[in-house]
T-cell receptor, first 113, second 116 residues
Framework: NAGVTQTPKFQVLKTGQSMTLQCAQD?????MSWYRQDPGMGLRLIHY???????DQGEVPNGYNVSRSTTEDFPLRLLSAAPSQTSVYFC????????????FGPGTRLTVT | AQSVAQPEDQVNVAEGNPLTVKCTYS??????LFWYVQYPNRGLQFLLK??????LVKGSYGFEAEFNKSQTSFHLKKPSALVSDSALYFC??????????????FGQGTELSVKP
């Protein structure tokens, strides 16, 4: 099993462009989430989902949209990229309802110029 | 506000010496506590977790962590550091009162450098 996969690994966007970061997991996890990692700030939660059709905002949701049409996939959309969105993005998944650890994807390094 | 603090941005240790990476938290109730490690250009990997019971938790790669409820701390330890332990370490807390699945609050991260 592949675990959590993310594509692309790297992306460069111009200000104002839009794009979708893909995330998929094959562990049948109900919970999926997106984080951004910036130096000295740890990981900050952007959006999360507790199951297909259910999403909610995290700590830093502005400028990002998500949807969850299947258990496996949880794409993150940047509507109009800004330089402040330059970051490394991680998708993670886990089971719900107990002290389960999250499994992380390898990350997408995004640069917005 | 609920938060997790890792007071040291960087910890430097000589190979073979014991290491400690500190974590304290401010979260209501009895949260679940986690440590993750991140190697360069990689995602986070789970190391260990505290749920309940024995205050000393053992995890992957010889790491262990000590939970102290009165000090609201969860320090990561290893008796003998290896150069290959050099990485970025994150403490994370999941408040049990959350009914929002696996939502985690992360510390800022501590860069561990182990020199030969």
């Amino acid at each position: 099993n592949a675990g959590v996969t993310q594509t692309p690994k790297f992306q460069v966007l111009k200000t104002g462009q839009s794009m979708t970061l893909q995330c998929a997991q094959d562990m049948n996890h109900e919970y999926m989430s997106w984080y951004r990692q910036d130096p000295g700030m740890g990981l900050r939660l952007i959006h999360y989902s507790v199951g297909a059709g259910i999403t909610d905002q995290g700590e830093v949701p502005n400028g990002y949209n998500v949807s969850r049409s299947t258990t496996e996939d949880f794409p993150l959309r940047l509507l109009s990229a800004a330089p402040s969105q330059t970051s490394v993005y991680f998708c993670a998944s886990s089971y719900m309802g107990g002290p389960y650890e999250q499994y992380f994807g390898p990350g997408t390094r995004l640069t917005v110029t | 506000a609920q938060s997790v603090a890792q007071p040291e941005d960087q910890v430097n240790v000589a190979e073979g010496n014991p290491l400690t990476v500190k974590c304290t938290y401010s979260v209501s109730g009895n949260p679940y506590l986690f440590w993750y490690v991140q190697y360069p250009n990689r995602g986070l990997q789970f190391l260990l977790k505290y749920i309940t019971g024995d205050n000393l938790v053992k995890g992957s790669y010889g790491f262990e962590a000590e939970f102290n409820k009165s000090q609201t701390s969860f320090h990561l330890k290893k008796p003998s550091a290896l150069v290959s332990d050099s990485a970025l370490y994150f403490c994370a807390v999941r408040p049990v009162i959350y009914n929002q699945g696996g939502k985690l609050i992360f510390g800022q991260g501590t860069e561990l450098s182990v020199k030969p």
